[in-house]
């Protein structure tokens, strides 16, 4: 209790914050009320929920200096958010912190069709980027299948990728510079027009920092020609072994596909019914497979796929005959994840990343949880990457079947760092693979990491305790999962 007006901390705490706000911006711009906030409360990760204390939305960059500025002088935690598709909580609130949301700094600056670059406010929407560039023959390449509403800050603080990042490159590969607001509310900016600067390459450590380090509040991004032909073909497998083979097979024979896709029966037979894309729902496994360039390149690409697909196993291979097939063929893929709600009340899409190589054998060793934690799980990810994304399948009106589907999820991101993988491919680490960053990273790794944010956020204010655990959570987490119940380092400090 507060002892001068005998409210709770909670509720005066409140009133401060949003009374210096409104200082700052019109009330419109300051949200507090339940009904308001409450389309906060999480990201895409939907079964973790917090109700943040505040949210604002400010129209300017000015503003947004004077938020931070605010938020460092009264000691409060912010969680910047963009359209609030993460897959990995990393835009869910804190209870006593402020949501700093984007969505109106939404401008599209400049396109520049001569220097192939988009300027544009960190919510804008990917896909609005290529719209914008589409009359000058450009896109901007990485295409998260969220593309239609995730925003360019989302991305540049995720590093998200997408089908096409296989050939294209990931967001790191595609933004060339970035301006930021400090949590002292200076502004920087890192990268440039040039391909290289002078320096450390700040630019690269900022990308994928999952809000921890600065609030972007510009991109520049590189665009690239449209090709002139995409052509894209299906192939299935009776089993996915050999469908897993199949992809290690066309990238050792020296091709880079424009994109490269695996969805096993669970997937195409969620999907297919709902987006009626063509797919084989018989087979084990089908591969989405593109080639784009000139017509030449594509023919010759298409065929010398089509021999290797075909020696790899494929039971029948279909080559889309038009753009509208092949946007068809892609569509099914796209919508894989809304459709799992088809056939299940919840799911939770992991994300990890492995050796090409292992792809056939971790498919088989997840086949095997599903028996293990009684739960069925969809596989529908960028095999060409190695980037899978279990899709397991659990009702949390059940009881236990939340908590069986994290641990489920855990076994897999342990599988992918045993087989030389990684916990992340492009979803980030948010609050839901923290713990699995113990399993990854040593202690000496993880503090080089707290380093880097000590630097950039000497108030520890901006996405705390995301995305990069403490020690102390590690030895928690080393207690309950990877050691067997035996407290390995007892006596470490929390950071
Ligand atoms: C159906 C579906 C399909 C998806 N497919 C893909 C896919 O193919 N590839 C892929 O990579 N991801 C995919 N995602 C995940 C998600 O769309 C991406 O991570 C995306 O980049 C998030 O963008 P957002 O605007 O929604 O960001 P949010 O979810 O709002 O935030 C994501 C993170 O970015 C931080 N952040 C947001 N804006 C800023 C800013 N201006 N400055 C600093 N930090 C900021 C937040 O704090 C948070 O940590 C998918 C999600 C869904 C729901």
């Known amino acids: 209790m507060n002892a001068i007006t005998d409210l709770p901390y909670t509720v005066t705490r409140q009133r401060d914050v949003v009374d210096a706000l409104r200082k700052l911006l019109p009330e419109r711009c300051v949200l507090f009320n339940d009904e308001d906030i409450r389309p906060y409360e999480c990201d895409g ?4 929920r917090q109700m943040p204390m505040v949210v604002a939305l400010p129209d300017t960059e000015a503003q947004l200096v004077q938020i931070l500025q605010l938020c460092r002088d009264m000691q409060l935690p912010i969680v910047p958010r963009g359209a609030g598709t993460g897959l990995s909580g990393g835009a869910m609130p804190i209870a006593d912190g402020l949501v700093l949301s984007t969505a109106k700094l939404n401008r599209i600056i400049k396109v520049d069709p001569v220097a192939r670059t988009a300027v544009v406010q960190p919510g804008v929407r990917n896909l609005a980027i290529s719209d914008a560039a589409a009359p000058h023959n450009l896109y901007y390449a990485p295409d998260p ?99 897993g083979n199949a992809v290690a097979d066309v990238i050792g024979a020296g091709i880079i596909p424009a994109g490269l896709e695996m969805m096993d029966r669970t997937s195409s037979r969620m999907v297919e019914p709902f987006v009626k894309a063509g797919y084989d729902i018989d087979a084990a496994a089908i591969l989405l497979c593109e080639s784009d360039g000139t017509p030449e390149e594509v023919s010759e690409e298409i065929a010398h796929m089509t021999a290797i697909l075909t020696a790899s196993g494929a039971t029948k291979i279909s080559v889309s005959g038009s753009d509208e097939e092949r946007l068809r063929f892609w569509s099914g893929r796209k919508n894989a994840f809304p459709a799992a709600g088809r056939i299940s009340p919840d799911y939770y899409c992991m994300d990890g990343t492995i050796p090409r190589k292992r792809l056939a054998d971790v498919l088989l060793r997840i086949e095997a949880m599903e028996s293990k ?91 705390p305790d995301k995305a990069i655990p403490s020690l102390h959570r590690c030895a928690e987490y080393g207690k309950m999962h990877v050691q067997r119940g035996q407290l390995k380092f007892p006596d470490l400090p929390r950071f």
Do not use: W
């Not at 995720?158 to 502004?187: F, P, Q």
């Open 45 to 48: 990760l939907a079964a973790y």
């Open 373 to 463: 934690y009684g739960l069925r799980c969809a596989n529908v990810f960028h095999a060409g990457d190695g980037n899978l994304h279990p899709l397991i399948l659990f009702d949390a009106n059940k009881p236990g079947e939340f908590h069986q589907a994290e641990a489920f999820g855990a076994e897999i991101l342990e599988l992918c760092v045993e087989v030389g993988g990684t916990i992340t491919g492009e979803h980030g680490v948010g609050i839901e693979k923290i713990n699995s960053m113990c399993v990854q990273y040593s202690p000496q790794e993880r503090e080089a990491f707290f380093a880097v944010k000590r630097a950039f956020d000497t108030a520890f204010l901006l996405n």
């Open 145 to 243: 299948s969220s593309q239609i509403a995730c925003t360019i800050g989302g991305n540049v603080a995720e590093n998200s990728g997408g089908v096409h990042c296989l050939k294209y490159g990931l967001t790191v590969h595609n933004v060339m510079r970035v301006r930021v607001v400090t949590i002292d509310g200076d502004i920087i900016e890192l990268g440039g027009a040039a391909l290289d600067a002078p320096g450390l390459d700040l630019l690269a450590v900022f990308i994928g920092s999952e809000g921890m380090l600065g609030i972007v509040t510009e991109v520049t991004v590189r665009l690239i020609p449209k090709p002139q032909r995409a052509c894209v073909i299906m192939a299935s497998f009776d089993d996915v072994v050999k469908g």
